[in-house]
């Protein structure tokens, strides 16, 4: 008898977008994946994810709250109080039955609700508890990120649900600590629960703060006023409130002889997964993707092919979406398959893909803005205008209209299409920091 749960969850596809012919000899074959998740799924069919659902009808969930107390909160109060309410309207849109804690950190990490190393769960009581709890939050000491997500984790790993996940907000540069000790804490949460980071202010360290969410499979963004955090932090809530799987893994098979060159995340944001593969199995790896609700992201994967004569076909790789099975085996949800052809048609073998060659120009978009703003920070101003006027080239042709929208507020341009512009005498602070920040977020392609 067919068990239908009393909520949807999702049901996972998989397609595969490629050009498969190759020329005589050809070796390198690329692919999109685009993998989407739509809810209305029911347990045991074929592509369904497994349920996650507590008996309250919301997913089995945690969540920690990580609120910077450092001084230089204080500088303006208007962080502090931002922070304040920030956490206030992250804690007001947690669905009942959530587990949830708040976290102060300074130097050390500080559980500020509910205390005693638990979570509390949520519930109109608790929710005022925790708000109330709140006000006592004051600005004053250091900044050791690593002692915050350490202090997340426990209480985390404490709870018996499926879905656990961090907001962290910092406004200063992680200065009590060394950087090996923040990338130790990183490797010790990776895999436990995703993260969603916030620098607000201008003070802070962007590849510090992109850097944990990266580690840690969330989003990173620039509040640059804080007036406002708070609808950032609901917004970041209510998308954490609707993740329904968790542990989700893109495992990609080969067949003897083919080597992967990259795998990489490049909708909603580019992610190079490649050096975060964990073997599964004789020729076959998985590579995190973190929690999903309803949603869909891209993936590129790129792999080397034996060398092969004309009319020879064969299965490049086997992409397919799995979860951790209550046996310790890993159930597939879906899966596509990425093929190669040697062809004599010039036509057929030399044509490129449109969807690989839209993301193979945002990966390269997220990179030229990296290396544009390192160069114009060395002083490098002519590396800095070849760099960021190469961005701006990418940005018009592939119509991200947010990226050249960011773009225009650090150079002057002169001809998108040719990528002319001039750097910009003077340049805000925060625009600059927010280029960096969302350099990696790409646009899906034109239909």
Same mark, same amino acid.
């Given at each position: 008898?067919?068990?239908?749960?009393?909520?949807?969850?999702?049901?996972f596809t998989?397609?595969?977008?490629?050009?498969?012919?190759?020329?005589e000899?050809?070796?390198?074959v690329n !692919?999109?994946?685009?993998?989407?998740?739509?809810?209305?799924?029911t347990?045991?069919? !074929?592509v369904s994810?497994?349920?996650?659902y507590?008996?309250?009808?919301?997913?089995s969930?945690?969540?920690?709250?990580?609120?910077?107390c450092?001084?230089?909160?204080?500088y303006?109060?208007?962080k502090?109080?931002?922070?304040r309410?920030?956490?206030?309207?992250?804690?007001d849109?947690?669905?009942?039955g959530?587990?949830f804690?708040v976290?102060g950190g300074?130097?050390?990490?500080t559980?500020?609700?509910?205390?005693?190393?638990r979570?509390?769960?949520?519930?109109?009581?608790?929710?005022?508890?925790?708000k109330?709890?709140?006000?006592?939050?004051s600005?004053?000491?250091?900044?050791?990120?690593?002692?915050?997500l350490?202090?997340?984790?426990?209480?985390?790993?404490a709870?018996?649900?499926?879905?656990?996940?961090?907001i962290?907000?910092?406004?200063?540069?992680?200065?009590h600590?060394?950087?090996?000790?923040?990338?130790?804490?990183?490797?010790?949460?990776?895999?436990?629960?995703?993260?969603?980071a916030?620098?607000?202010?201008?003070?802070?360290?962007?590849?510090?703060?992109?850097g944990?969410a990266?580690?840690l499979?969330?989003?990173?963004?620039?509040?640059?006023?804080?007036a406002?955090?708070?609808?950032?932090?609901?917004?970041?809530?209510?998308?954490?409130?609707?993740?329904?799987?968790?542990?989700v893994s893109?495992?990609?098979?080969?067949?003897?002889?083919v080597?992967?060159?990259?795998v990489?995340?490049?909708a909603?944001?580019v992610?190079?997964?490649?050096?975060?593969?964990?073997?599964a199995?004789?020729?076959?790896?998985?590579?995190?993707?973190?929690?999903w609700g309803?949603?869909?992201?891209?993936?590129?994967?790129?792999?080397?092919?034996?060398?092969?004569?004309?009319?020879?076909?064969?299965?490049?790789?086997?992409?397919?979406?799995?979860?951790?099975?209550?046996?310790g085996?890993?159930?597939?949800?879906?899966?596509g398959l990425?093929?190669?052809?040697?062809?004599d048609d010039?036509?057929?073998?030399?044509?490129?893909?449109?969807?690989?060659?839209?993301?193979?120009?945002?990966?390269?978009?997220?990179?030229?803005i990296?290396?544009?703003?390192?160069?114009?920070k060395l002083?490098?101003?002519?590396?800095?205008t070849?760099?960021?006027?190469?961005?701006?080239?990418? !940005?018009?042709a592939?119509?991200?209209?947010d990226?050249?929208?960011l773009?225009?507020?650090v150079v002057?341009?002169?001809d998108?299409?040719?990528?002319?512009?001039?750097?910009?005498?003077?340049?805000?602070e925060?625009?600059?920091?927010t280029?960096?920040?969302?350099?990696?977020?790409?646009?899906?392609?034109?239909?």
């Open positions: 008898m067919a068990i239908f749960s009393k909520s949807p969850v999702p049901q998989v397609d595969v977008y490629q050009n498969a012919y190759l020329p000899g050809g070796r390198e !692919a999109i994946a685009t993998v989407t998740a739509t809810g209305g799924g347990i045991g069919t !074929a994810a497994p349920h996650l507590a008996a309250g009808g919301g997913p969930a945690a969540v920690a709250v990580m609120v910077d450092s001084g230089s909160m204080d303006p109060p208007t502090m109080r931002g922070a309410d920030a956490t206030a309207a992250a804690v849109a947690l669905r009942d959530v587990h804690a976290i300074t130097h050390v990490a559980e500020v609700y509910p205390g005693d190393g979570l509390a769960v949520a519930s109109p009581q608790t929710r005022a508890q925790a109330e709890a709140l006000r006592k939050l600005a004053g000491g250091g900044t050791a990120i690593g002692t915050w350490r202090l997340a984790d426990r209480l985390l790993a709870a018996d649900v499926s879905i656990r996940h961090g962290l907000l910092t406004d200063g540069r992680n200065e600590e060394s950087p090996d000790d923040l990338r130790a804490a990183l490797d010790a949460c990776a895999g436990r629960f995703t993260c969603d916030r620098g607000v202010g201008t003070d802070w360290e962007v590849k510090e703060v992109t944990i990266s580690a499979l969330g989003t990173a963004d620039i509040v640059a006023d804080p406002g955090l708070a609808a950032d932090f609901t917004r970041m809530m209510e998308a954490a409130m609707g993740k329904e799987v968790a542990d893109l495992r990609l098979w080969t067949p003897m002889g080597e992967i060159v990259f990489k995340q490049v909603p944001t992610e190079d997964l490649t050096g975060r593969r964990t073997e199995g004789p020729r076959a790896g998985d590579y995190p993707t973190g929690s309803d949603e869909s992201r891209d993936y590129h994967v790129c792999v080397r092919v034996p060398g092969a004569e004309i009319g020879q076909e064969m299965l490049a790789a086997r992409v397919s979406l799995v979860v951790p099975a209550a046996d085996t890993a159930q597939t949800l879906s899966q990425v093929r190669a052809v040697w062809t010039m036509a057929a073998s030399t044509s490129i893909n449109p969807q690989v060659a839209h993301y193979t120009g945002q990966a390269e978009l997220a990179q030229v990296q290396q544009g703003l390192d160069a114009r002083g490098d101003l002519d590396g800095a070849a760099k960021l006027g190469r961005a701006v080239q990418l !940005a018009s592939s119509g991200n209209e990226t050249a929208r773009l225009s507020k002057d341009v002169v998108a299409t040719t990528g002319t512009v001039r750097l910009k005498a003077r340049v805000a925060a625009d600059e920091m280029l960096e920040t969302r350099s990696t977020i790409t646009v899906r392609v034109k239909k």
